[in-house]
């Protein structure tokens, strides 16, 4: 069985997390900032082990580290498997580091039986959008869709630029400028990225491990105002009424029956409201308010679906306006386009999942990763979700070291594999 193939390696990636984990403390979590000293510093020590398993290192000008069986150093067509570093704020130690890890994993053992395709680690700086308020961006730089806008943006810490933090640590920001992918991406056969599921359906469900079919878009209005007419509480009858609160509760109901409906007919969407408030200034127990704003967040890994949920939002803010005698602004709409794994890829994975002695199981991918970002460079994509209690982005992450090695051995098999 491939996961007693794979058992020996189980202690390497257990000192790998224990380590990082040591070196980069903040509160009850970790953070590794984006293009920071400390996140150099976790890349220097998983180059400093993969050198001490045999392994050849190699740094992107980008600052991204590469890792390969020696032989494979410069093989004109490989596999990458890989993931980011950098973490959130106090963050968990899981979120990114655990896909890199697997990948170390997979050439360890290939150097020992050998591997039917020339394979090769990728370790990525800033996925996390926490630090420069984009996300991506290592991924970004090396594929050429870096834009100017996301050089240019301020750290949350310190205000200075991405440009400015890269340009620190010794990377010539000129060619990512230029807007040109910084390896040739034609080279690449696929990209596969372990990553911790960071809901709970695998856990809910009893699964350790999930090959993902594809990375949901969505459309976002960081803040939706809806305004109306303030008063007192206990003077203005309903029918004198223009309340904003009331009517953003008549739309976000409106959109949940739809989500339900959408769901029941075999469709993908999740919707969320994270921001509410009226304005504290003003607000009190005993008035109208005179507005309210909100956040939106909506997502499918169908197109069709955020466009008829565009659609049915405007077509419902106007009926809930006319009706309520209130006015909604949504702001500037923020998208990003769902990214569709490669079917050969997934089914690939699917059929290495049942090699390992786990029944297949398949789930979309509610949260967006660098693999998303191979996929609209033109890369074939692929995923591989592994169980993780208590959601990501915090310091109570819990993947079972277990559930870990099921995901790489998914891998693995997939990767040796005749058919590969």
């Given at each position: ?45 998983l ?14 000008a980008a ?54 395709v ?7 700086r ?13 991924s ?151 507005s ?9 890994q169908n ?37 569709q ?65 099921v ?14």
């Amino acid at each position: 069985m491939m996961m007693d193939k794979l058992a020996p390696l189980t202690a390497l990636a257990q000192q790998i997390f224990k380590d990082l984990r040591a070196m980069s403390p903040d509160g009850a979590g970790v953070s590794r900032p984006a293009y920071s000293r400390i996140e150099t510093q976790a890349l220097d020590y998983l180059a400093e082990f993969a050198r001490a398993q045999g392994l050849a290192v190699d740094a992107d000008a980008a600052g991204n580290l590469w890792f390969s069986l020696p032989e494979h150093r410069d093989a004109q067509r490989y596999m990458v498997v890989g993931s980011h570093v950098d973490t959130v704020p106090e963050g968990g130690n899981f979120d990114g580091l655990a896909g890199v890890v697997a990948g170390l994993l997979v050439l360890i053992r290939g150097r020992e039986k050998g591997l039917r395709v020339p394979v090769k680690c990728l370790a990525l700086r800033a996925e996390e959008s926490a630090w420069f308020g984009s996300c991506y961006l290592g991924s970004k730089a090396l594929t050429g869709q870096m834009t100017a806008a996301e050089l240019a943006a301020p750290h949350k810490g310190d205000n200075r630029s991405l440009a400015d933090h890269m340009t620190a640590l010794g990377i010539d920001t000129a060619p990512i400028a230029a807007g040109q992918p910084l390896i040739a991406l034609e080279r690449i056969l696929g990209y596969v990225e372990l990553h911790i599921e960071q809901g709970p359906l695998l856990v809910e469900r009893d699964i350790p491990a999930a090959v993902v079919t594809g990375i949901r878009g969505n459309i976002r209005y960081r803040s939706v105002t809806c305004t109306g007419e303030g008063g007192h509480s206990g003077a203005v009858p309903r029918a004198y009424r223009h309340d904003p609160v009331l009517a953003m509760a008549d739309l976000l109901t409106r959109l949940d029956d739809s989500w339900l409906h959408i769901l029941q007919t075999g469709g993908d969407l999740v919707l969320t409201s994270g921001v509410v408030g009226t304005d504290p200034a003003r607000h009190a127990i005993a008035r109208i308010a005179d507005s309210i704003s909100f956040s939106l967040d909506i997502r499918s890994q169908n197109t069709e679906v955020l466009d008829h949920m565009r659609d049915y939002l405007h077509e419902e803010m106007a009926d809930i306006a006319r009706v309520r005698g209130v006015r909604f602004d949504t702001g500037p709409e923020i998208p990003a386009a769902p990214a569709q794994m490669d079917d050969t890829m997934v089914a690939g994975l699917m059929a290495a999942m049942g090699r390992t002695g786990i029944a297949p199981f398949s789930m979309a991918s509610g949260a967006g990763h660098d693999a998303a970002v191979f996929a609209q460079a033109g890369v074939p994509a692929a995923m591989i979700f592994v169980r993780n209690r208590n959601g990501s982005h915090n310091p109570r992450e819990a993947m079972e070291i277990s559930d870990f090695m099921v995901g790489t051995a998914i891998i693995s098999a997939y990767l040796e594999a005749k058919d590969t």
